[in-house]
């Protein structure tokens, strides 16, 4: 079995990142903590359901490498960033986003969502079009829910009233292909408050609102072996929404970009590239 280290896939606390700027923007309801690096066409990315910004560390590198201003976002609860979410829906987290992007001075952005995050981005490019050069998904989930014992699981893999090891392996089991393993320490970055606020305010916002994602290019990674996110739901999002492509992968479940992270930085870089500063129609 091949032991991952997630640092984190869901992580939770207030890490400085190396190389990275980090800024603290107040928007209108909240004060979010951004880092950001790298200059050219701006794409904002918004980390996964009670994870933060040092999740799409290495996806960022990667990506600002080649050529693009990458800012990631550690949404209200995550990190230092501080903001009501007791009656939020994704329309108020996605209007965070867009505050991020005035304070900053980018009128047009890509937008990068993974997981939770790609409801959030998917709402933001639904709620202003016109500001969205492009939109990629990782691990597009919304449509299909997850079998009820692969939610359970991921339910128990943030809970820290459990042991360790029940927990581990319940990460295991609901996040990882087969034969692919978290490393322990993701445990003590998993948000679990924030995480059950998130979904709150996920089933607080139709689904119509947010699902098909504006009117932007996008790209939809899929892994095959995604039990939350399952893959019916990137076939169904492509085939029907234009201008929508869909890359699946083997080799990787929910967590994804520890499993497969060559594979899909490719991919997004090669996306990003093509549509660069404005969007092809």
Same mark, same amino acid.
């Given at each position: 079995?091949?032991a991952?280290?997630?640092?984190?896939?869901?992580?939770?606390?207030a890490?400085?990142l190396?190389?990275w700027q980090?800024?603290?923007?107040?928007?209108?309801?909240?004060?979010?903590?951004?880092y950001?690096?790298?200059?050219?066409?701006? =794409? !904002?990315m918004? /980390?996964? #359901?009670? @994870?933060?910004a040092?999740?799409l560390?290495?996806?960022?590198?990667?990506?600002?490498? %080649?050529?693009?201003k990458? =800012? !990631?976002?550690n /949404?209200? #609860?995550? @990190?230092?960033?501080?903001?009501?979410l007791?009656?939020?829906?994704?329309?108020?987290? %996605?209007a965070d986003v867009?505050?991020c992007?005035?304070?900053? #001075?980018?009128?047009k952005?890509h937008?990068?969502?993974?997981?939770?995050?790609?409801?959030?981005?998917?709402t933001?490019?639904?709620?202003?079009?016109?500001?969205v050069?492009?939109?990629?998904?990782?691990a597009?989930?919304?449509?299909?829910?997850p079998?009820p014992?692969?939610r359970?699981?991921?339910?128990?893999?943030?809970?820290?009233?459990?042991?360790?090891?029940?927990r581990l392996a319940?990460?295991?089991d609901s996040?990882?292909?087969?034969?692919?393993?978290?490393?322990?320490?993701?445990?003590?970055?998993?948000?679990?408050?924030?995480?059950?606020?998130?979904?709150?305010?996920?089933?607080r916002?139709?689904l119509k609102?947010?699902?098909?994602?504006?009117?932007a290019?996008m790209?939809?990674v899929?892994?095959l072996a995604?039990?939350?996110?399952?893959p019916q739901?990137?076939?169904n999002?492509?085939?029907q929404r234009?201008?929508t492509?869909?890359?699946?992968l083997?080799?990787?479940g929910?967590?994804?970009?520890?499993?497969?992270?060559?594979?899909?930085?490719?991919a997004?870089?090669?996306?990003?590239?093509?549509?660069?500063?404005?969007?092809?129609?």
């Amino acid at each position: 079995m091949r032991a991952i280290h997630v640092l984190a896939v869901l992580a939770a606390g207030a890490q400085e990142l190396p190389n990275w700027q980090r800024q603290m923007i107040p928007t209108r309801a909240a004060n979010i903590e951004l880092y950001t690096r790298g200059s050219g066409p701006a =794409v !904002l990315m918004h /980390p996964s #359901g009670g @994870g933060s910004a040092l999740s799409l560390q290495e996806l960022g590198n990667r990506v600002s490498a %080649a050529g693009f201003k990458v =800012v !990631l976002i550690n /949404p209200r #609860g995550i @990190g230092a960033s501080k903001g009501p979410l007791d009656n939020a829906t994704l329309h108020d987290l %996605a209007a965070d986003v867009w505050d991020c992007a005035d304070k900053l #001075g980018l009128p047009k952005v890509h937008l990068l969502g993974r997981a939770f995050g790609n409801r959030v981005v998917r709402t933001a490019s639904s709620d202003r079009p016109d500001r969205v050069l492009s939109l990629t998904l990782l691990a597009a989930g919304g449509e299909i829910a997850p079998a009820p014992a692969d939610r359970a699981n991921l339910t128990k893999a943030f809970d820290a009233t459990l042991d360790d090891a029940k927990r581990l392996a319940a990460l295991r089991d609901s996040l990882y292909a087969p034969g692919n393993q978290p490393d322990a320490s993701a445990l003590r970055r998993m948000n679990g408050e924030t995480y059950k606020q998130q979904s709150a305010a996920s089933s607080r916002t139709s689904l119509k609102d947010w699902h098909l994602g504006g009117t932007a290019p996008m790209l939809v990674v899929q892994c095959l072996a995604d039990r939350i996110a399952v893959p019916q739901n990137g076939w169904n999002l492509a085939t029907q929404r234009p201008n929508t492509r869909l890359l699946a992968l083997p080799g990787c479940g929910h967590a994804m970009l520890p499993e497969q992270p060559r594979a899909i930085s490719n991919a997004v870089i090669g996306f990003l590239s093509e549509f660069g500063p404005e969007p092809k129609r």
